[in-house]
């Protein structure tokens, strides 16, 4: 299309800046309606590529509108869009690509509002509505790195690892990526490709005889013996994850080095503690500084509410448990509710001991 031909001729050669000051001043009711992918306040993102990544997974490449700022690697966006009427938001996983563009990759689950939509409607050309990148599952400088997904969780660690290669001295990777079949494989010829660089395992639950052996068949530790040295980052569904943890949870491994990012929530409710009474218990958020006396009426509370009852401006995004916004890593003490290994989602999880130690 014409139209979206010169939109991104616009942002290549004139830069985000300059049309975000050209689109602001000019700024008309005609201008909006012939033209809303520059002409609006809003962030936007036009479909450049749609290309099948396996079976009901779809990679859509992405060239944001002047309104962008930044990512960084392991982050997602949310993606808004009317279905059936009905206004849906979820969040995606972004990879960093070439020219201020970016992709995310999407599974079409069974019965999925949005996914579904994005895979039936969303095609070269189309304009979707997202929001600024956020999430603290990101790479933090360290030097050895173990990457553990499976499923559609590969797309962050892809994310983080293509950045990690592309600096002058890469840190020391390792990745285990695990899939039903080798046709359900996301990423399959880049994965092929890093086999020569780094340590990559690939692993079939369905398939024994083409892959690498399952994570659950031998003793983490057997199966990398420096696990102690590397931070760990681990994203998949529910049941492998909660697998994995109680593995590192075995193996006595450090658990405050272990960065987990949830796909898919769920209600959290206090867990039933008839032994803990918040009434003089304390949360400690370190990286602020601050500390908190609970009283009784602090029962039933999730850390999220306890903090703005007295006034403390914590990071937050969804406040129903998805987004890892919120995150923050327990150093002590005990928290039920939305807890995965040491990360505390403070919007849906409570405290359960007397004094909690929170860190950033
Ligand atoms: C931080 C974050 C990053 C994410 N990144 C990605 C990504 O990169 N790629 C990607 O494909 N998805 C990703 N997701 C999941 C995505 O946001 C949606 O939840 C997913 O696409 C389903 O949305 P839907 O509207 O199609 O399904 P819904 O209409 O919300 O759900 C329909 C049914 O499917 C179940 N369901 C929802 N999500 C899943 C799932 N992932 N697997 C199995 N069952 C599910 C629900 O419990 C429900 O029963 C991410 C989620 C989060 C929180
Ligand atoms: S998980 Fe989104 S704000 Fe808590």
């Known amino acids: 299309?014409?139209?979206h031909h010169l939109n991104?001729?616009?942002?290549?050669?004139?830069?985000?800046?300059?049309?975000?000051?050209?689109?602001?001043?000019?700024?008309?009711?005609?201008?909006?309606r012939h033209n809303d992918f520059l002409w609006t306040y809003d962030l936007k993102a036009l479909v450049e590529n749609v290309r099948e990544e396996a079976p009901g997974v779809k990679t859509f490449t992405l060239l944001p509108n002047q309104h962008w700022k930044h990512m960084k690697a392991g982050q997602h966006i949310e993606v808004l869009a009317s279905v059936d009427g009905q206004q849906v938001s979820r969040y995606y996983s972004l990879s960093p690509i070439r020219r201020g563009r970016f992709t995310i990759t999407v599974k079409q689950v069974d019965g999925g509002m949005l996914s579904t939509w994005l895979h039936q409607s969303a095609r070269k050309g189309s304009v979707l509505h997202i929001r600024h990148p956020e999430g603290k599952f990101t790479y933090r400088?360290?030097?050895?790195?173990?990457?553990?997904?499976?499923?559609?969780?590969?797309?962050p660690c892809y994310s983080m690892i293509?950045?990690?290669?592309?600096?002058?001295?890469?840190?020391?990777?390792?990745?285990?990526?695990?899939?039903s079949h080798t046709s359900d494989t996301i990423f399959s010829r880049t994965l092929t490709d890093w086999k020569g660089?780094?340590?990559?395992?690939?692993?079939?639950?369905?398939?024994a005889h083409h892959s690498a052996r399952l994570l659950s068949s031998a003793p983490l530790r057997e199966?990398?013996?420096?696990l102690d040295e590397r931070d760990v980052y681990l994203c998949g569904p529910q049941g492998f994850m909660d697998q994995v943890i109680a593995a590192l949870t075995h193996e006595g491994y450090d658990l405050t080095r272990l960065h987990c990012e949830r796909f898919v929530a769920q209600a959290w409710v206090p867990e039933p503690s008839a032994a803990f009474d918040p009434d003089g218990a304390e949360v400690h958020f370190e990286h602020l500084d601050e500390h908190i006396c609970l009283t009784a009426e602090d029962k039933g509370r999730t850390f999220m509410e306890i903090a703005e009852s007295r006034g403390l401006n914590l990071e937050v995004g969804c406040r129903?448990?998805?987004?890892?916004?919120?995150?923050?890593?327990?150093?002590?003490?005990e928290a039920n509710g939305n807890v995965l290994g040491q990360a505390v989602y403070l919007c849906s999880a409570y405290p359960a001991s007397n004094r909690v130690v929170l860190d950033a």
Request: proline content about 3%; charged content about 20%.
């Open 8 to 32: 991104k001729l616009a942002l290549k050669h004139l830069g985000r800046q300059w049309v975000d000051y050209l689109a602001s001043n000019t700024m008309t009711e005609f201008n909006r």
């Open 1 to 3: 299309m014409l139209k």
């Open 162 to 179: 293509s950045d990690c290669l592309a600096m002058p001295e890469s840190p020391d990777l390792a990745l285990y990526a695990q899939f």
């Open 320 to 333: 129903q448990g998805m987004c890892g916004t919120c995150k923050l890593t327990l150093q002590s003490g």
């Open 141 to 155: 400088q360290q030097r050895k790195l173990l990457f553990i997904c499976a499923g559609s969780g590969i797309t």
């Open 197 to 207: 660089q780094f340590d990559v395992r690939v692993a079939y639950t369905r398939e």
């Open 223 to 226: 199966q990398y013996p420096d």
